[in-house]
């Protein structure tokens, strides 16, 4: 009986504040947001009550290895949190409430987002920004905007406040009447209008056919979005980029309801939505969901169609779903919702838990294979165009619902760190994979690291990776390299270093301590610090910060016969080019003049070295042969360099000396017969 009362509550709480406009409404829905976080704070200990024992193990193990190991340097380094407690602080969170309202016919999306702002930086503002970013989805046959109506206060005296539309930047300054300070709030509510745009190819829109079975609503990024203030760039007011995932978001308490007409002429809408389906009510005109996130979130998204097919199952203490058009029956049904399920159990074994109560995924037309969003992620309807299509299908659903781990639970800045989630992600599709069909043998022979070795020669353009979406623009960078193959492969790199153990137990650490958070590469870099015990910066700083790659050449080689000792010199052509110098193992091969192997080890290269070797036999060949996981400039079919010692032709005598010194006793001996001749 209970949730017949919270039904109604809710829902006229929607519609009080959708619809009509009367004054009481501000204090009533301020408690009910008391209320819904008290809940959500009492379902969330339930839900965190049961991960204890995932803790310990990650804790125990960590402390094992790090007893040993530690440096000063990071004796004070905070360890990782027990998961009973909440990993963010409530109260120090943003409430916003977002009640949209789909007109079917113009495919626009009207809404109210009620902001309850949180002041949880150290300075104060006079103003604060949000992202329209539809203003930004110009490139397709219709454009998207949004329009705001309004912006008013919430409270005992409603007063407009003054805003700023900045369309071709996709922003909006909203003016406060007197400064946020620290630790304050501010209530107020944004009225909008969002016209969705048409093209089939955006991360909002409408595409499709009644006719046909195939329309669909999709509405991602898609109100005014809250910018990220941060101590680096201060308020994050990037533009709608056409370069990556143009997103940064913080976590914050949201509600979400989503009104969408009924039409006796057609099937009634298939609702996807972030968030837990708590109620529904339906009139002659329209359907109202309600849905909660029953814990804090980076941003919402949903989708609808009349001719989605959904599948659902429990699985992992999450309601997984799929929802796909009819059309891409043959190729979903099932196997989406397996493929999910699998993924959703191999990323909380192999991270941390997925501390919410549903995951989506949503077919949807699309430019690209796939987009994350929280709880919620969208896959192309267009695989049918691959060779192979289930195996893309796969591809995509694993990547975008491992996001939920990287960008979403742990947060970035995708503008100025984009490689960040990207690489984690791309690395753990491709663990999944392997763990999934260990007789591929994909990391034999890894295509990755051929695809690094090689790009320079392809496209002579630099690559580091450690570079915002804006750096990359200027340097020439191509962002999709650096971010999707580079930035993976070196994780990889650093995974064959570490070894399994301590690689998944510094990730585990990593999301143990940056989850419901914004984390940077260099928080990466110390979680790895303080499960290896040392100082990694030898290996993140060049391979992040490093415009090209190693080109490794054997530059001199000399055998001595006396001493039986060859000296060889190795250099790295790029070093100079660079800001940090390399480090890596590779493996050096002597053979003597039949090809014979007679030595043959991994050596660590660190920039210019200086080799020295006992043999007995003479040499007549080194080769340095990039190994798996080794990383150096090459052509494609010679993955090593290689250098053929001089011969001596007198006991002791290089080949050159001899020579040299034939020449001039030849010069000699000729002066001297034309000296007898004069
Ligand atoms: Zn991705």
Redesign the pocket.
């Known amino acids: 009986m209970d949730g017949v009362n919270s039904i109604e509550i809710n829902i006229n709480h929607y519609r009080n504040f959708f619809i009509s406009d009367n004054n009481n409404k501000s204090t009533k829905m301020r408690s009910e947001i008391l209320i819904k976080i008290s809940v959500s704070i009492l379902i969330m200990n339930i839900l965190l009550s049961n991960l204890i024992l995932t803790s310990y193990f990650i804790d125990s193990s960590i402390q094992t290895q790090s007893d040993n190991k530690i440096l000063d340097k990071f004796s004070n380094f905070e360890s990782p949190k027990s998961l009973n407690d909440p990993p963010y602080e409530s109260d120090h969170l943003s409430n916003y409430t977002l009640s949209v309202k789909l007109h079917e016919e113009n495919a626009t999306v009207e809404g109210n987002l009620t902001v309850d702002y949180y002041n949880d930086d150290l300075v104060s503002f006079n103003r604060i920004p949000f992202h329209i970013y539809p203003s930004g989805m110009n490139f397709t046959q219709k454009s998207g905007n949004i329009t705001i109506y309004e912006v008013k206060t919430i409270g005992e005296s409603q007063t407009f406040l003054d805003f700023q539309v900045i369309s071709s930047e996709h922003l909006m300054w909203i003016n406060l009447t007197e400064p946020l300070n620290p630790t304050e709030r501010i209530s107020f509510y944004i009225h909008f209008n969002t016209t969705l745009p048409d093209g089939g190819i955006d991360r909002s829109n409408y595409h499709g056919t009644d006719e046909g079975f195939s329309k669909i609503f999709k509405f991602a990024v898609a109100y005014p979005m809250p910018a990220v203030y941060d101590d680096k760039d201060g308020w994050n007011i990037d533009p709608y980029l056409q370069t990556g995932d143009p997103f940064y978001s913080d976590m914050a308490w949201y509600d979400f309801f989503i009104e969408v007409p009924i039409d006796p002429e057609l099937p009634d809408f298939i609702v996807a939505a972030t968030g837990e389906l708590m109620e529904s009510v339906t009139d002659s005109d329209s359907t109202i969901y309600h849905y909660e996130t029953h814990l804090p979130v980076r941003e919402l998204t949903f989708s609808a169609s009349r001719y989605f097919i959904c599948e659902s199952i429990l699985a992992n203490n999450v309601n997984i779903s799929t929802f796909f058009l009819p059309k891409s029956q043959n190729y979903w049904e099932n196997f989406a919702l397996d493929v999910a399920v699998q993924a959703v159990t191999l990323f909380n074994e192999t991270f941390g838990a997925y501390f919410f109560p549903t995951l989506n995924i949503v077919e949807s037309y699309t430019n690209y294979g796939g987009m994350?969003h929280p709880l919620q992620v969208y896959i192309t309807e267009s695989i049918y165009v691959y060779d192979d299509p289930l195996y893309y299908l796969e591809l995509i659903i694993a990547?975008?619902t491992c996001?939920q781990w990287f960008y979403h639970i742990i947060g970035n800045d995708e503008i100025d760190a984009g490689f960040l989630d990207?690489g984690l992600?791309v690395w753990a599709t491709d663990y999944y994979f392997d763990k999934k069909y260990p007789e591929r043998n994909l990391y034999d022979n890894y295509y990755l690291q051929y695809e690094i070795r090689h790009y320079y020669s392809i496209e002579q353009s630099p690559n580091k990776i450690n570079q915002s979406v804006y750096e990359c623009y200027t340097s020439g960078s191509d962002y999709w390299y650096i971010a999707y193959k580079k930035a993976p492969m070196i994780l990889h790199k650093l995974r064959v270093f570490l070894g399994d153990e301590d690689f998944l137990s510094s990730i585990q650490l990593f999301f143990n301590r940056f989850k419901f958070k914004i984390a940077w590469l260099s928080d990466l870099e110390e979680s790895f610090e303080y499960v290896y015990g040392k100082s990694l910066d030898w290996f993140f700083k060049p391979w992040f910060n490093n415009k090209f790659l190693p080109i490794y050449s054997i530059t001199s080689g000399d055998y001595d016969t006396n001493s039986s000792v060859l000296n060889i010199t190795i250099k790295d052509r790029n070093e100079e080019y660079n800001n940090y110098q390399y480090f890596q193992q590779l493996t050096l091969e002597i053979y003597d003049d039949k090809a014979n192997t007679i030595f043959s080890n991994e050596i660590w290269i660190n920039g210019t070295t200086f080799l020295s070797f006992n043999l007995t036999t003479i040499p007549d060949k080194v080769r340095l042969i990039f190994t798996d996981s080794v990383l150096a400039q090459s052509i494609p079919g010679t993955e090593y360099v290689e250098f053929v010692i001089p011969k001596r032709i007198l006991n002791g005598m290089p080949f050159f000396s001899f020579f040299i010194s034939m020449s001039f006793g030849i010069i000699f001996i000729i002066r001297k017969i034309r000296n007898k001749k004069k």
Request: proline share 0%.
């Open positions: 994350e990547h975008e996001h990207e992600v």
